[in-house]
């Protein structure tokens, strides 16, 4: 096996671009950089939802980071562009044809109950994603999901591939779709074909116990570029094509597998950075923001939490980080509060349900013990919040608490920031999350260390005002020059070469 260079560190556009970029310059260089063919973006969802149903029925767009990076190239009549993902219903209405939400041609990709299951619920959702988020529950392995899995990607492929033109370029995401790049190159030779990797790529020992490693990476190899969102994922990535198929590493960004040469590279992704900025800034988010203030008591510093309720997020390790900070009186509940707000996910995981009532015995523990009248330690919320509620939160919260085990990269942190336009507020970041290879000014800290995080916190909040304004105008400077627009540019432009 040849040692494997190191990846040479991604030229984030923070770092290099010190001019200001905006979301125009952005826009008219992704159209550019497509400018020989179409855009076809695979992912596992289309970003719409059905709302009503039969005839009366009405497909809406959604909203998400990734949609609003790509739609002005999607939008753009010169070059058009296709979404091919399953609409999120097992339903065969007659709208299952190709249909076009906001300007953006939808090409869905029909899946059965069962389907449903053992692809998405899963292997997707109970081998891959606890493998990738470094085994912290233990991966399942079953025969039976795996053909579910290559058979529901296959289908992928197959959409994808109708739906594609000679010299289209085609963008697949995500863990649940990584045997689609060589199945699509199969079916159709003459395409570009990119890959982007939203969840960590774990080291190879690990990666190494998927039974099926071998087609996976080989599905992943049918790509020309491979994108993650960080060095070590993509090193891990390079070092595994290495060591389980005998992929050759010929330069720093690039693998070698039966004559076909593969870009390998870190991709940070990010958010739309001036659409937060600005919309925290509508005098009824700040009306609301004060409310919220009222509400909890103006004197208290207010911490936030806000996720998916998953295992990977590591909100049980919060709590109890925060507990401590209450038990040794480094905190008080007259002095601070933390808010959680938890929006369900992946239900039909029975592990799912086991950790929500975890961590709503825990809140109940911490409340129970260091409650006083009109004074709750934690305030807890079960629900997705809509937009304009978030960026309350995000702007009344003095202190934004991220703390995954594991993380790809966690936008939550980048929304906040952005939001915090008078450069006030404080952020305590995992090392475990992607997101703290570039907020470097975060109180970055080891999630499973309760002690330190507990630390972090009662340091985040007494942190003086010049200190912090410091660290979040830097944190901010860097997600508003790399934001998502800039993201998708790099990446269709290393494949576009
Ligand atoms: P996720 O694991 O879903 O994404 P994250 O990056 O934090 O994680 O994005 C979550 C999104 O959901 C954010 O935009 C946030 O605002 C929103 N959200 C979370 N809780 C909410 C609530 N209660 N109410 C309303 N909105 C809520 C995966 C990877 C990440 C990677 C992203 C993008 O796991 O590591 O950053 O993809 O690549």
Same mark, same amino acid.
């Given at each position: 096996?040849l040692?494997?260079?190191?990846?040479?560190?991604?030229?984030?556009?923070?770092r290099?671009?010190?001019?200001?970029? =905006? &979301?125009?310059?952005?826009?008219?260089?992704?159209?550019? =950089?497509?400018?020989?063919?179409?855009?076809?973006?695979?992912? &596992?969802?289309?970003?719409?939802?059905?709302?009503?149903?039969?005839?009366?029925?009405?497909?809406t767009?959604?909203?998400?980071?990734?949609?609003?990076?790509?739609?002005?190239?999607?939008r753009?009549?010169?070059?058009?562009?296709?979404?091919?993902?399953?609409?999120?219903?097992?339903?065969?209405?007659?709208?299952?044809r190709?249909?076009?939400?906001?300007?953006?041609?939808?090409?869905?990709?029909?899946?059965?109950?069962?389907?449903?299951?053992?692809f998405?619920?899963?292997?997707?959702?109970?081998?891959?994603?606890?493998?990738?988020?470094?085994?912290?529950?233990?991966?399942?392995?079953?025969?039976?999901?795996?053909?579910?899995?290559?058979?529901?990607?296959?289908?992928?492929?197959?959409?994808? #591939?109708?739906?594609?033109?000679? @010299?289209?370029?085609?963008?697949?995401?995500?863990?649940?779709?990584?045997?689609?790049?060589?199945?699509?190159?199969?079916?159709?030779?003459?395409?570009?074909?990119?890959?982007?990797?939203?969840?960590?790529?774990?080291?190879?020992?690990?990666?190494?116990?998927?039974?099926?490693?071998?087609?996976?990476?080989?599905?992943?190899?049918g790509?020309?570029?491979? @994108?993650?969102?960080?060095?070590?994922?993509?090193r &891990?990535? #390079?070092?595994?094509?290495?060591?389980?198929?005998?992929?050759?590493?010929?330069?720093?960004? =690039?693998?070698?597998?039966?004559?076909?040469?593969?870009?390998?590279? #870190?991709?940070?992704?990010?958010?739309?950075f001036?659409?937060?900025?600005?919309?925290?800034?509508?005098?009824?988010i700040?009306?609301?923001?004060?409310s919220?203030?009222?509400?909890?008591?103006?004197?208290?510093?207010?911490l936030?939490?806000?996720?998916?309720?998953?295992?990977?997020?590591?909100?049980?390790?919060?709590?109890?980080?925060?507990?401590?900070?209450?038990?040794?009186?480094r905190?008080?509940?007259e002095?601070?509060?933390?808010?959680?707000?938890?929006?369900?996910?992946?239900?039909?995981?029975?592990?799912?349900?086991?950790?929500?009532?975890?961590?709503e015995?825990?809140?109940?523990?911490?409340?129970?013990?260091?409650?006083?009248?009109?004074?709750?330690?934690?305030?807890?919320f079960?629900?997705?919040?809509?937009?304009?509620?978030?960026?309350?939160?995000?702007?009344?919260?003095?202190?934004?608490?991220?703390?995954?085990?594991?993380?790809g990269?966690?936008?939550?942190?980048?929304?906040?920031?952005?939001?915090?336009?008078?450069g006030? @507020?404080?952020?305590?970041?995992?090392e475990?999350?992607?997101?703290?290879?570039?907020?470097?000014?975060?109180?970055?800290? &080891?999630?499973?260390?309760?002690?330190?995080?507990?630390?972090?916190?009662?340091?985040?909040?007494?942190?003086?005002?010049?200190?912090?304004?410091?660290?979040?105008?830097?944190?901010?400077? =860097?997600?508003?020059?790399?934001?998502?627009?800039?993201?998708a540019?790099?990446?269709?432009r290393?494949l576009?070469?």
């Amino acid at each position: 096996m040849l040692p494997l260079e190191p990846i040479k560190r991604a030229t984030t556009p923070n770092r290099t671009r010190v001019v200001p970029v =905006t &979301n125009e310059d952005s826009e008219r260089e992704a159209k550019h =950089t497509m400018a020989s063919g179409r855009l076809i973006v695979v992912a &596992n969802r289309l970003p719409v939802k059905r709302t009503g149903s039969g005839e009366s029925g009405k497909w809406t767009a959604t909203d998400g980071g990734l949609v609003t990076a790509l739609r002005p190239v999607l939008r753009d009549p010169a070059h058009g562009g296709v979404w091919v993902g399953w609409p999120g219903s097992v339903s065969r209405e007659p709208s299952q044809r190709p249909f076009t939400v906001d300007g953006i041609r939808m090409h869905p990709v029909q899946l059965s109950q069962r389907e449903v299951d053992a692809f998405y619920h899963c292997f997707s959702n109970r081998t891959i994603w606890p493998l990738y988020h470094d085994a912290i529950r233990a991966p399942e392995f079953d025969e039976s999901w795996w053909q579910a899995y290559v058979q529901a990607n296959q289908r992928f492929a197959r959409a994808a #591939a109708s739906a594609a033109r000679p @010299g289209d370029a085609v963008w697949i995401h995500d863990y649940h779709l990584q045997l689609v790049p060589r199945m699509l190159r199969q079916l159709k030779p003459d395409l570009k074909v990119g890959f982007f990797l939203h969840i960590p790529f774990p080291p190879g020992e690990l990666f190494g116990w998927l039974p099926w490693r071998k087609p996976l990476l080989e599905g992943l190899m049918g790509s020309d570029v491979v @994108g993650f969102q960080t060095e070590s994922d993509a090193r &891990n990535f #390079a070092s595994a094509a290495q060591r389980y198929v005998g992929a050759k590493q010929v330069s720093a960004e =690039t693998i070698e597998h039966e004559g076909r040469r593969i870009q390998v590279g #870190a991709f940070p992704i990010s958010i739309d950075f001036d659409e937060f900025s600005a919309a925290a800034d509508d005098p009824a988010i700040k009306l609301a923001a004060a409310s919220i203030r009222r509400k909890v008591g103006d004197t208290r510093k207010i911490l936030l939490g806000v996720d998916r309720l998953d295992y990977t997020k590591g909100i049980d390790l919060r709590l109890r980080a925060y507990e401590r900070a209450l038990q040794t009186k480094r905190l008080s509940v007259e002095d601070c509060v933390l808010i959680q707000v938890a929006v369900p996910s992946r239900e039909p995981v029975p592990e799912y349900g086991k950790m929500r009532d975890d961590i709503e015995r825990l809140i109940g523990r911490i409340n129970g013990e260091h409650a006083v009248p009109g004074r709750v330690a934690v305030h807890y919320f079960r629900r997705s919040l809509p937009r304009k509620e978030l960026l309350a939160y995000y702007r009344a919260a003095d202190v934004m608490v991220v703390t995954p085990v594991r993380d790809g990269m966690n936008l939550v942190a980048k929304e906040y920031v952005a939001t915090r336009n008078d450069g006030t @507020g404080a952020l305590v970041l995992s090392e475990t999350a992607g997101a703290a290879e570039g907020l470097t000014d975060a109180i970055i800290v &080891n999630p499973r260390d309760l002690e330190g995080a507990s630390e972090a916190m009662v340091r985040a909040v007494r942190m003086d005002t010049l200190e912090g304004n410091a660290r979040m105008m830097a944190m901010r400077e =860097t997600v508003r020059t790399g934001d998502v627009h800039r993201w998708a540019v790099r990446f269709l432009r290393v494949l576009a070469r």
